[in-house]
């Protein structure tokens, strides 16, 4: 038990590392939640996978979209280890574009879809 808990702690910082080379730029406070969501799905960062998730980003949401604010470093990341990320990017914008009928546009619904 102990060994799995140490396994995923050093996946969780190597991911964390992984993805401050991608995204130098972004708060100290996101890169945690963007290593969560591949350490949560068993991955390990993939740095030329995250570039790539990170231009569908940039290519594909609109000038304004909160999808590229604070939210884009962890949204790349859940998007890059899937199998087909543009059609994940797809998905995802779908729903965001369901839910923020019913709620206000903002980072925390970009988070939430």
């Known amino acids: 038990m102990e060994e799995k ?3 995923r702690c ?3 910082i190597e991911n964390r590392d992984a ?3 991608v995204f130098g730029m972004d708060s100290i406070y996101i890169y945690p939640i963007a290593a969560n969501a591949l350490t949560a799905n068993g991955v390990r960062a993939d740095v030329e996978k995250l570039k790539s998730a990170k231009k569908i980003i940039s ?3 609109g000038v304004l979209s909160y999808l590229k604010g604070n939210v ?3 949204f790349a990341a859940n998007i890059s280890f899937r199998e087909d990320p543009k ?3 797809d998905k995802v914008v779908k729903f965001y574009n369901l839910i923020k009928k019913q709620f206000s546009r903002s980072e925390y619904t970009a988070l939430l879809a």
Request: hydrophobic share 40%.
């Open 59 to 61: 290519k594909n949401a």
């Open 87 to 89: 059609a994940y990017f």
């Open 5 to 7: 808990v140490l396994t």
């Open 19 to 21: 993805i401050k080379k």
């Open 10 to 12: 050093q996946t969780f």
């Open 72 to 74: 884009s470093t962890p």
